[in-house]
């Protein structure tokens, strides 16, 4: 399969709660797997902040991947995204980083589809997340609740999270705490790239097959960052993903570099990369990206 994609858009401020929540104030001796399950630990999670900031940057955000996946004229189906009853199958704050981040990948998907009914439900399993991170603080839930119940004040949610997101985000960098920040977005990464998984499994088009191959970039570096961690959580990651990042050495992405241009659309300020991306890769190696993407999300989130 030789796919040419033109013209990727990528929205320049974060829409989504799951992209609003990326730091964490917590005390570095209690991110550690060992801590969160029985007691002290020894281990550290050796990252760059320079290495995180710059996978942030890279991140294909949830609502690009639920944008894409609306473009492409696919349904809408409530029955993939996690469900919010029986939050405390996550117990330890590294696996309530990760679901924190997944549920905001779930809402960006009910926000596009303009699900807004369900959106307080998410909203309310993210606050009790936060509660338990410590990360409450940043955020008036009651009111972005109330905003969420009425699909004319979806904009002025937007607007909250987002200063939501500078305020942590400025905590992230004045207290150089990474690692719930990295587990948050992986989790979001994760749910959004099942999400388009499941589509184009059902879909089997060329366009949902050359989304999921596009998260090729994304995986490497997230392999890279769990990989060279100390953190026995971390660590495990790396083990589980490991199939997925083997399988996307099979894709081979060609990217021909054009010049960036700057529109408004709906309202919302966008950045139209008009680079080529050229895709090559079998429909059989997609669809083992597909399954291993679905069944990684069920082992680490479900």
């Keep these: 399969m030789k796919q040419i994609i033109k013209h990727s858009i990528r929205l320049l401020s974060f ?24 007691g002290p630990d020894t281990t550290s999670t050796e990252i760059s902040q320079e290495e995180i900031f710059e996978l942030i940057e890279s991140f294909p955000t949830p609502l690009e991947m639920a944008l894409a996946i609306k473009n492409g004229n696919n349904d809408f189906t409530s029955d993939i995204l996690l469900s919010t009853d029986s939050i405390d199958r996550f117990i330890s704050s590294y696996e309530k980083a990760m679901a924190m981040g997944a549920y905001g990948a ?24 936060s509660v338990d991170l410590d990360l409450d603080n940043f ?39 990474d ?8 989790g979001t990464w994760l749910e959004g790239a099942y999400v388009i998984a499941d589509v184009a499994q059902k879909a089997q088009s060329k366009e949902m097959f050359n989304r999921v191959a596009q998260q090729k970039d994304f995986v490497t570096k997230l392999d890279k960052i769990f990989t060279s961690s100390h953190d026995d959580f971390f660590k495990t990651i790396a083990a589980k993903i490991q199939p997925l990042v083997d399988l996307y050495e099979q894709i081979e992405i060609e990217i021909i570099m054009k010049e960036s241009t700057m529109e408004e ?8 990369d008009n680079s080529e991306t050229i895709i090559h890769a079998s429909d059989d190696d997609i669809n083992k990206i597909i399954n291993s993407t679905i069944e990684i999300r069920n082992e680490l989130l479900k």
Excluded: W
């Design 179 to 186: 690692e719930l920040s990295l587990l948050i977005v992986f």
């Design 106 to 129: 779930d809402m960006g998907y009910l926000n596009i589809y303009g699900k807004v009914f369900l959106v307080p439900d998410y909203l309310a399993t993210i606050r009790l997340l």
């Design 265 to 272: 659309i709906n309202g919302q300020l966008v950045f139209i």
């Design 139 to 177: 955020f008036d839930f009651e009111k972005m609740i109330e905003m969420a119940e009425n699909s004319d004040n979806i904009d002025s949610l937007i607007q909250m999270s987002t200063e939501s997101f500078n305020q942590m985000e400025a905590h992230l960098r004045d207290k150089g705490r």
């Design 15 to 38: 829409t989504m709660i799951g992209m609003v929540i990326s730091c964490n104030n917590g005390n570095p001796a209690e991110n550690s797997l060992e801590n969160q399950l029985a």
